[in-house]
């Protein structure tokens, strides 16, 4: 489907001098001279370049729709992991750089969505929160405001988060995936 250079919003994926590319911020800009064009940051979705594009409302670019699949996260082998397609029970082997630094919050059995192009995967999607178990978190400093007190914690799966000063040791908390920060209490 064919878009105006100006109608790209931020998450849109287009099609873009022969690649896959997904508009990651954008900015409208209006010069006292000349016309309005709209300034789009691009990330390339098969290598992971970025790239900074002007596209005015004359110029047009090819929005591509990403088909979306049910996987199911089984374990790491090296440097790729393996998921479970839940429809057939297929195993597809992914490198852990499709996902980035969200690969530290993969848990067995989580159930993920990838993202594919013409059958092959772009991207995997986790859930936004995760419950995780504080394993060490470091002492209260006394005569600290309550407002602005929070305190290193290092999570069951090594990633190091900032916590209220009440969560110790052995509590489960849920956290925010892609912000990688304490959000609750678990229940």
Do not use: C
């Not at 691009?42 to 002007?54: P, S, T």
């Not at 596209?55 to 996260?73: C, G, H, P």
């Not at 986790?126 to 407002?147: F, M, N, R, Y």
């Not at 929070?150 to 000063?165: C, F, S």
Request: hydrophobic share 40%; glycine share 6%; proline share 4%.
């Amino acid at each position: 489907m064919k878009i105006s250079g100006v109608d790209i919003r931020p998450g849109n994926n287009i099609e873009y001098e022969g690649s896959l590319w997904r508009a990651v911020k954008i900015q409208h800009t209006q010069p006292g001279k000349g016309g309005a064009y709209m300034q789009v940051e691009l990330k390339n979705l098969i290598d992971g370049r970025k790239n900074n594009v002007r596209f005015r409302s004359a110029e047009s670019v090819e929005r591509i729709r990403l088909d979306t699949k049910d996987f199911q996260y089984l374990y790491a082998e090296g440097d790729m992991l393996v998921f479970m397609d839940q429809e057939n029970y297929e195993q597809i082997n992914l490198a852990a750089d499709l996902i980035g630094e969200a690969a530290e919050f993969l848990q067995d059995g989580m159930e993920v969505t990838l993202e594919m192009y013409e059958d092959r995967p772009i991207s995997v999607q986790l859930p936004d929160t995760i419950e995780a178990t504080v394993v060490e978190a470091d002492a209260v400093v006394k005569g600290q405001t309550a407002s602005a007190s929070y305190k290193p914690a290092i999570l069951d799966n090594g990633v190091r988060v900032m916590v209220p000063p009440h969560i110790v040791a052995g509590t489960r908390i849920v956290v925010d995936v892609y912000a990688r920060e304490y959000v609750k209490r678990a229940d």
